[in-house]
């Protein structure tokens, strides 16, 4: 966290110190001397929530895409800047991209284990919201050599719309293979553990889903815990009208 915005967040911890003491000094003055503390103590700090991963989301890969809505309350407000923080410490700051803020994570950076994932977002008037947190689970470390497959469609670059198709293959001479992960985006939001033959498709229905780079990827498993994440494939979504 850079000096201005380290300032920043102690000054939002000062005031909302501030606002707990506000009442009882009021009530005690009564009388003149408490409008500063007045617009203090009604001054809502502002809502943020995450929207994905789900919570319980299994996750996995450098692309893991965090999405966070929020909002600033009061005249002439907005929202900073948002830290987004793994058990409890920073690990990174969500970009506002059409209207919701972005967090690209890179999950190798922790062990694989389960964790608790929440958001921090700050006013111009250094006013403070946390998010509800939610748990994910990092799954990267494979016990073993798992099979390699590829995307065949859609094709990298492509610009995708309403329900897409989604299919990968087996790579020759890999061993067969017993479970199929689909991830949009680093989380898993497909599972097939009854998968026969080499070819796997999936219908990724992207109603709902915010416009602009998605990131599609394999995670395809030889026996359990032995599974091997597929080369990324980044495709535009435009919005369904």
Request: hydrophobic share 40%.
């Amino acid at each position: 966290m850079n000096r201005a915005k380290e300032n920043l967040y102690r000054a939002g911890r000062q005031r909302q110190g501030l606002r707990r003491g506000v009442l009882p000094l009021c009530l005690v003055l009564m009388l003149g001397g408490c409008d500063f503390y007045d617009e203090a103590a009604v001054e809502q700090p502002p809502e943020v929530a995450l929207m994905r991963p789900g919570d319980g989301a299994v996750i996995a890969g450098t692309n893991v895409l965090v999405h966070v809505a929020a909002e600033a309350f009061g005249a002439d407000n907005h929202i900073a800047f948002i830290n987004v923080n793994l058990n409890g410490e920073r690990v990174g700051e969500a970009e506002q991209v059409s209207g919701r803020f972005l967090f690209r994570w890179n999950t190798f950076e922790v062990p694989d284990g389960t964790y608790r994932l929440e958001a921090v977002a700050f006013d111009r008037h250094q006013a403070r919201g946390l998010s509800a947190p939610l748990q994910v689970v990092v799954a990267n470390r494979s016990a073993g050599k798992g099979p390699n497959t590829a995307i065949l469609s859609p094709a990298s670059g492509e610009t995708v719309s309403g329900k897409v198709r989604v299919v990968a293959r087996k790579q020759a001479d890999q061993p067969a293979i017993t479970r199929v992960d689909f991830l949009i985006d680093g989380v898993v939001l497909y599972s097939d553990e009854q998968v026969s033959g080499d070819t796997f498709t999936y219908a990724w229905d992207t109603q709902g889903e915010l416009a602009g780079l998605h990131t599609l990827e394999v995670k395809a498993y030889s026996q359990p815990g032995v599974f091997r994440l597929s080369e990324a494939t980044g495709v535009m979504l435009l919005p369904v009208r």
